[in-house]
T-cell receptor
Framework: DSGVTQTPKHLITATGQRVTLRCSPR?????VYWYQQSLDQGLQFLIQ???????AKGNILERFSAQQFPDLHSELNLSSLELGDSALYFC????????????FGPGTRLTVL | AQSVTQPDIHITVSEGASLELRCNYS??????LFWYVQSPGQGLQLLLK??????LVQGIKGFEAEFKRSQSSFNLRKPSVHWSDAAEYFC?????????????FGKGTHLIIQP
């Protein structure tokens, strides 16, 4: 158990819909990272927040957005969902702004029908 | 841009045999390097990491990895595998400059253990 929690574990929705994935980092960690794991793209970094502020962006679509709240939990919002958005979404957390070890949550499996 | 190559998509090893999983990276400076393992339906568990210092690093579950700058490699080894080691293994590179980038992962190596 890494100490990073993610909810829900599974999510099934339809094309065009919007969903919110939630992540709670390890106690004391200030950075939260979001990753997408799909069969064709592998594991890809989406976005990082540090202490409430956006810190870095990776291959995140404009239909996706995230935020980190004062209690440091983070939410990833996915809108106008397409079949290709079906994937495993991981959250990771670390202590620093960057350059340190990231600990991963169990993931949320999103299925878009 | 940084990149990671794991040349072997699948590897089959007999239980009790030794294991080496290959990882090559491309990075402008000395990178931060990681190996993670993912069991079916599970998240990513950190096996070991290299930041600096001794180029041979020890991890959990009896794994070790050696950083070789001249070969841009960070291969993962285990002297004797157990059936429970069957999983997907990912090598990753991180930004050693303290910058705010996410990890760059290889495509993974699927390890199969034969009885």
């Amino acid at each position: 158990d890494s100490g990073v929690t993610q909810t829900p574990k599974h999510l099934i929705t339809a094309t065009g819909q919007r969903v919110t994935l939630r992540c709670s980092p390890r106690s004391g960690d200030l950075s939260v990272y979001w990753y997408q794991q799909s069969l064709d793209q592998g594991l890809q970094f989406l976005i990082q927040y540090y202490n409430g502020e956006e810190r870095a962006k990776g291959n995140i679509l404009e239909r996706f957005s995230a935020q980190q709240f004062p209690d440091l939990h983070s939410e990833l919002n996915l809108s106008s969902l397409e079949l290709g958005d079906s994937a495993l979404y991981f959250c990771a957390s670390s202590v620093e702004r960057g350059g340190d070890t990231q600990y991963f949550g169990p993931g949320t499996r999103l299925t878009v029908l | 841009a940084q990149s990671v190559t794991q040349p072997d998509i699948h590897i089959t090893v007999s239980e009790g045999a030794s294991l080496e999983l290959r990882c090559n990276y491309s990075y402008g400076a000395t990178p931060y390097l990681f190996w993670y393992v993912q069991s079916p339906g599970q998240g990513l568990q950190l096996l070991l990491k290299y930041f600096s210092g001794d180029t041979l690093v020890q991890g959990i579950k009896g794994f070790e990895a050696e950083f070789k700058r001249s070969q841009s490699s960070f291969n993962l080894r285990k002297p004797s595998v157990h059936w429970s080691d069957a999983a997907e293994y990912f090598c990753a590179v991180g930004n050693s400059g303290g910058g705010a980038d996410g990890l760059t992962f290889g495509k993974g190596t699927h390890l199969i253990i034969q009885p």
